[in-house]
């Protein structure tokens, strides 16, 4: 089973910061929160991961709480095309080569 | 850019068939991975392979097999379709130890009738 807890969906509108929470409060220690999005008719992309600190790339920025046991993922200038499912697997680095993938978060960007 | 690619963005096989999904990535990636992803279950993985040759179950390998030759290709085989493997058929690679960054290809959408 996962071993995360996100909304089913979220509207957002176009050019705003669209910030997705998953919760994940059994983390632990050493497992890292990785999030991904898929497209519709696309296989899942990677976007972004962290442990603990907050980590920012070209396409996301992830706010890891102080405790882990929940993170927001934040599109800082949401666009019509980021409209997805977005989800978020907490795993070891290499765990046994699995992320356990759940329902995600359907994301609709609104013009 | 890391490219994978599958055979078959759709498929239509009969039931008993023997079906061969066929996926191809440019990266030299040792890692590659079958997922099925079916409404409400999400993504499953199958199998996957960390070098050629080498293979492991995932959560729901029953029916399927797979083969790895060369580094480049894995495919999934379907001993004798049932109309209960119609999915959304998923492959994707990546480095040993980034198991974390996985590339997927675009899928291919499997019917058994």
């Given at each position: 089973d996962a071993k995360t807890t996100q909304p089913t969906s979220m509207d957002c509108a176009e050019g705003r910061a669209a910030n997705l929470p998953c919760n994940h409060s059994t983390i632990s220690g050493n497992e890292y929160v990785y999030w991904y999005r898929q497209i519709h008719s696309q296989g899942p992309q990677y976007i972004i991961h962290g442990l603990k600190n907050n980590e920012t790339n070209e396409m996301a920025s992830l706010i890891i709480t102080e405790d882990r046991k929940s993170s927001t993922l934040i599109l800082p200038h949401a666009t019509l095309r980021d409209t997805a499912v977005y989800y978020c697997i907490v795993s070891h680095m290499d765990s046994n080569y699995q992320l356990i993938w759940g329902a995600g978060t359907k994301l609709i960007i609104k013009p | 850019?890391?490219?994978?690619?599958?055979?078959?963005?759709?498929?239509?096989?009969?039931?008993?068939?023997?079906?061969?999904?066929?996926?191809?990535?440019?990266?030299?990636?040792?890692?590659?991975?079958?997922?099925?992803?079916?409404?409400?279950?999400?993504?499953?993985?199958?199998?996957?392979?960390?070098?050629?040759?080498?293979?492991?179950?995932?959560?729901?390998?029953?029916?399927?097999?797979?083969?790895?030759?060369?580094?480049?290709?894995?495919?999934?085989?379907?001993?004798?379709?049932?109309?209960?493997?119609?999915?959304?058929?998923?492959?994707?690679?990546?480095?040993?130890?980034?198991?974390?960054?996985q590339y997927f290809g675009p899928g291919t959408r499997l019917t058994v009738t």
């Open positions: - | 850019d890391v490219k994978v690619t599958q055979s078959s963005r759709y498929l239509v096989k009969r039931t008993g068939e023997k079906v061969f999904l066929e996926c191809v990535q440019d990266m030299d990636h040792e890692n590659m991975f079958w997922y099925r992803q079916d409404p409400g279950l999400g993504l499953r993985l199958i199998y996957f392979s960390y070098d050629v040759k080498m293979k492991e179950k995932g959560d729901i390998p029953e029916g399927y097999s797979v083969s790895r030759e060369k580094k480049e290709r894995f495919s999934l085989i379907l001993e004798s379709a049932s109309t209960n493997q119609t999915s959304m058929y998923l492959c994707a690679s990546s480095f040993q130890g980034e198991t974390y960054e």
